[in-house]
């Protein structure tokens, strides 16, 4: 075959640079324990990882800004734009927003399509629809605003290894586990503000004025789990990623534990949170293939 007949990669570009540096910057800003284990990402997964969650925080602002003066109408009409500006970058590779052009490249790099996409900003259209949840509607929406990103994160994991396509299949439920458990621990740590600013009930059944340690307890015993089936598969991804998802998973582990040592009532007041300092010991302590 003749080598003008393979299709080559265009050469990075300022604009791509650019692009890529400021998903790293809504990133830094926003989560400080996403920050820290996306460090231990070798690249180029680092910077493929950082542009894909760029563009959920970017879609998560737009439906979780507390300024009542943006209505549900004109948040509606962003997500539109923001989908439909990812949906011309899948197609062209270009975007004019910055953190879409950088989830662009990294989509088209590494193989991810509308099919896990869609669902996540039909999961951000619920937040604009939806403010008291069932089971089915909370599987859903857990499903679209969490699982499917840790699908995308598997996708990145995996770009240019020699078993990809198996090996997305033997860890994607391992994956959404992941996204899951991590979803669910931050309904119960925000449950206060979910509820009391945002007017939001996540949890199917739960009656948050009257929350008790034995909805916590249930809570987390569900979260337990999830963490458990995605533990068993953290040693079989590839070297580029094992040690920033054991960091990250040691991290939601320490929340888990301290939201269930922490009273109910005290939970339904105030935002539980894992101190910088034991984040690094926990970090030091994955790194050594332990949890602390």
């Not at 991810?112 to 859903?140: C, K, Q, W, Y």
């Not at 939970?267 to 926990?282: A, Q």
């Amino acid at each position: 075959m003749s080598l003008f007949l393979v299709p080559r990669r265009r050469p990075r570009s300022l604009y791509d640079s650019v692009s890529e540096g400021s998903a790293a910057v809504v990133i830094s800003a926003y989560s400080s324990s996403f920050g820290l284990a996306s460090r231990l990402l070798a690249e180029p997964v680092r910077t493929h990882v950082r542009n894909v969650y760029a563009l959920v925080r970017v879609a998560d602002e737009i439906v979780d800004n507390p300024d009542p003066a943006l209505g549900t109408g004109p948040r509606a009409t962003m997500l539109d734009w923001l989908q439909e500006d990812v949906r011309h970058a899948l197609r062209t590779g270009y975007s004019g927003n910055l953190v879409v052009h950088a989830f662009a490249r990294s989509a088209i790099r590494c193989g991810i399509g509308e099919d896990i996409i869609d669902p996540f900003f039909a999961s951000m259209r619920m937040d604009l629809e939806t403010t008291v949840h069932n089971p089915e509607s909370f599987e859903r929406y857990v499903y679209g605003s969490a699982e499917v990103v840790g699908l995308m994160c598997l996708r990145v994991f995996l770009a240019g290894t020699d078993d990809a396509a198996a090996g997305y299949d033997r860890l994607a439920p391992g994956a959404r586990r992941l996204g899951a458990a991590f979803q669910k621990l931050n309904f119960l740590r925000d449950l206060a503000e979910d509820h009391d600013t945002l007017g939001r009930r996540y949890f199917p059944g739960l009656e948050v004025d009257r929350f008790c340690d034995a909805d916590r307890d249930r809570i987390l015993d569900d979260i337990d789990a999830d963490l458990a089936a995605a533990a068993a598969v953290v040693p079989d991804l590839p070297t580029s990623s094992r040690r920033a998802v054991r960091v990250a998973h040691a991290t939601f582990a320490e929340l888990a534990a301290r939201l269930r040592a922490t009273p109910a009532a005290e939970i339904r007041r105030s935002r539980v949170r894992v101190p910088d300092v034991v984040k690094l010991r926990l970090a030091a302590g994955a790194m050594r293939g332990g949890r602390a």
